[in-house]
């Protein structure tokens, strides 16, 4: 595997939890870049997060307009307007008096 995507590897098991942080601290002590780099890293995931939370409330208020919006109304319209017509052609309810 290439260097650096040895280097992005070990990282990510850092942020992930996966790698012992006692093997961390000593790698940390051998290359003093690898820190901003983890920190970079750490960002992009916490951005990388925030847009997937920001696109996913996007979509549930799509979701939650389409079944609770302009349309619901119409919904309950043409199942009021479903029953009007079957009473309105039931005799009992058609008959004067």
């Known amino acids: 595997m290439r260097p650096e995507l040895e280097r992005l590897r070990r990282i990510e098991q850092l942020l992930t939890g996966t790698e012992p942080a006692a ?15 983890a920190e970079a890293q750490r960002q992009l995931y916490q951005a990388l997060h925030m847009a997937g939370q920001r696109q996913l409330r996007q979509e549930l208020n799509i979701i939650h307009a389409r079944l609770y919006g302009r349309r619901r109304a119409g919904w309950f319209s043409a199942v009021t307007a479903g ?15």
């Not at 940390?28 to 780099?37: F, G, I, V």
């Not at 029953?83 to 008096?97: D, E, M």
């Open 83 to 97: 029953i009007r017509t079957v009473l309105l052609r039931w005799p009992r309810f058609n008959s004067p008096g």
């Open 23 to 37: 093997t961390w601290e000593q790698e940390l002590r051998l290359d003093p870049t690898l820190a901003a780099d």
